[in-house]
């Protein structure tokens, strides 16, 4: 946009540069693995019931973007929802081709399930893969004239992945849901992708609001296609249905769900021995659920009678629901009319916004930290069968040997929230408007809207790669080279995650691809005007 500066231009391309260069040849053909090489000896037995054994039917042969060719030479399905948001600008036809390409019956496994990444294939990443095909479908496009045969094409086969979702991870059958370390590492205060070491089960909140994050999503889909294809209205029906069900279950199963009224912040619970213990860590683990929030036209609904009937009914013959959780909310004085799902009720959404924006919990000068930084004078501490475990605030490099020690989710900044975050603050403020404001930062005495709060948050991470009078730019770390020597002074790195105090790029240093959306954060219209 002819509104962004120079100095964010050369943000934004430097950005878009190094995308581009991330993509790969990417060859894998685990049959062949197994196998191996015909001219070599052969391998050891062992391989055949080792790792990947159950994807045989992965053929991969194709040009992929890969989180970072250097450090990171193979691809993973969550990075690459992400890496599409960037590339929908810049080539659509790729971005497109990315998303429909992991959904293939030569990448997907035949129960649903997306492949994660080559060193585990059947690691369980967070279900973002429906947000990015609505999100490329919407921005590849203007309205009335967008690509319904890519939407339909990759819905189709993510109702095989929902459906993986639902069998395999919601273990009792009651709408909460595990799913193992989802993207997040070390964030836990159990290594979440192994058994817990103490027994019992552990109700996820962030696996619970990905589910209905995934469910809204598909929601939305639906109601796009069943706009040509009335068929569609069924399935419109079958998650707006399934998503108030699950918001129930995280706001009241069992009294309060995953919520805990006396902190105002929802956590994971473990279940032991007939007991539920809420796992007290303020962490995006408990800010994931403001993910998951569409706001639905009035008009839509009634263009489509079949739904509009069924969603009646539902709210009528099920009132319990509509009443306790506020998932379905209307909005006054509006052009049109406008319905708001969501898994927080307007109270707690507030409750939960006073961590959020509080610059001693989440609020970093650089985007929203992974684990609040309270931790930091407050480690959380649990203990179970005579053994002791704690979390703390770690802004910098892990002190964790969880997942090898080389990430860290227990307080640095990572974009794909950061962005999630974002996007998800926006459609509150199209629900609520001005009629909600919040003190950002908590403290300041600054009142903002939400949609206001969400590019302060904007503003802040791009701030990540801004330089200051001396050349110098927080995701270099202080080094000198970056603000002197003419052979770096203006070279970007991208890091994969940063700093949660300084800004310091951390992880992989050369364009981890999914810290692109800086790109989408400084182009969006109408934001980062100066």
């Known amino acids: 946009p002819s509104c962004v500066s120079d100095a964010h231009k050369q943000i934004s391309r430097q950005a878009d540069a190094g995308l581009l260069w991330t993509k790969q040849f990417y060859y894998y053909v685990v049959r062949d693995w197994l196998r191996g090489d015909l001219a070599q000896p052969a391998p050891p037995r062992e391989r055949k019931q080792g790792r990947n054994a159950e994807w045989s039917h992965l053929y991969n042969r194709d040009i992929i973007s890969m989180p970072d060719k250097w450090e990171y030479p193979w691809y993973a399905a969550w990075d690459l929802a992400f890496h599409t948001i960037s590339f929908a600008r810049l080539d659509p036809g790729f971005a497109k081709k990315?998303?429909?390409?992991?959904?293939?019956?030569?990448?997907?496994?035949?129960?649903?399930?997306?492949?994660?990444?080559?060193?585990?294939?059947?690691?369980?990443?967070?279900?973002?893969?429906?947000?990015?095909?609505?999100?490329?479908?919407?921005?590849?496009?203007?309205?009335?004239?967008?690509?319904?045969?890519?939407?339909?094409?990759?819905?189709?086969?993510?109702?095989?992945?929902?459906?993986?979702?639902?069998?395999?991870?919601?273990?009792?059958?009651?709408?909460?849901?595990?799913?193992?370390?989802?993207?997040?590492?070390?964030?836990?205060?159990?290594?979440?992708s192994k058994p817990l070491p103490v027994g019992g089960t552990l109700e996820q909140a962030d696996g619970t609001a990905w589910m209905a994050f995934y469910c809204g999503t598909m929601l939305s889909m639906a109601l796009e296609l069943a706009h040509t294809h009335p068929e569609y209205e069924d399935l419109a029906s079958k998650f707006f249905e399934h998503f108030i069900h699950i918001a129930d279950a995280m706001n009241n199963l069992g009294g309060a769900g995953l919520w805990d009224e006396a902190d105002g912040f929802y956590y994971d619970q473990l279940r032991l021995e007939g007991k539920s213990t809420p796992m007290r860590v303020r962490s995006m683990v408990g800010l994931i659920p403001l993910f998951a929030a569409e706001v639905l036209k009035g008009e839509t609904i009634d263009r489509l009678p079949g739904f509009k009937k069924r969603m009646d009914w539902f709210l009528n013959n099920r009132s319990d629901l509509a009443k306790t959780i506020s998932c379905m909310s209307h909005a006054d004085g509006g052009e049109d009319d406008r319905y708001l799902l969501a898994i927080p009720t307007r109270g707690r959404l507030e409750r939960i916004l006073e961590y959020l924006l509080n610059e001693d919990e989440f609020l970093s000068p650089f985007g929203i930290r992974s684990l609040s930084r309270a931790h930091g004078q407050a480690p959380y501490h649990f203990q179970a069968g005579g053994v002791g475990y704690s979390i703390g605030y770690v802004p910098g490099e892990s002190d964790s040997y969880l997942f090898g020690g080389n990430s860290n989710w227990r307080g640095p900044v990572w974009f794909p929230v950061n962005y999630l975050l974002i996007e998800s603050l926006e459609r509150y403020d199209r629900f609520y408007g001005d009629t909600i404001r919040v003190e950002c930062p908590k403290g300041s005495g600054n009142m903002l809207s939400l949609g206001q709060a969400a590019d302060e948050i904007r503003r802040r991470l791009v701030h990540?790669?801004?330089?200051?009078?001396?050349?110098?730019?927080?995701?270099?770390?202080g080094d000198a080279r970056y603000a002197s020597d003419p052979a770096f002074r203006d070279l970007l790195l991208f890091h994969e995650f940063f700093h949660g105090e300084t800004g310091r790029g951390l992880g992989a240093s050369h364009q981890t691809g999914w810290t692109a959306l800086v790109s989408q954060c400084i182009n969006d219209p109408g934001r980062m005007k100066t």
Not at 123 to 137: L, T
Not at 464 to 477: S, T
């Open 98 to 192: 990315q998303l429909l390409l992991m959904l293939r019956e030569w990448y997907m496994h035949p129960n649903g399930q997306i492949p994660a990444y080559e060193f585990a294939l059947g690691d369980v990443n967070p279900p973002v893969h429906a947000w990015a095909c609505w999100r490329v479908y919407k921005m590849t496009g203007k309205r009335g004239a967008r690509d319904t045969d890519f939407l339909a094409r990759a819905f189709q086969k993510l109702l095989l992945n929902f459906t993986w979702w639902v069998n395999r991870k919601d273990i009792n059958g009651q709408h909460l849901f595990t799913g193992g370390f989802l993207g997040l590492d070390n964030i836990g205060v159990f290594d979440r």
């Open 464 to 477: 990540l790669f801004e330089a200051d009078p001396d050349g110098q730019r927080p995701c270099h770390g």
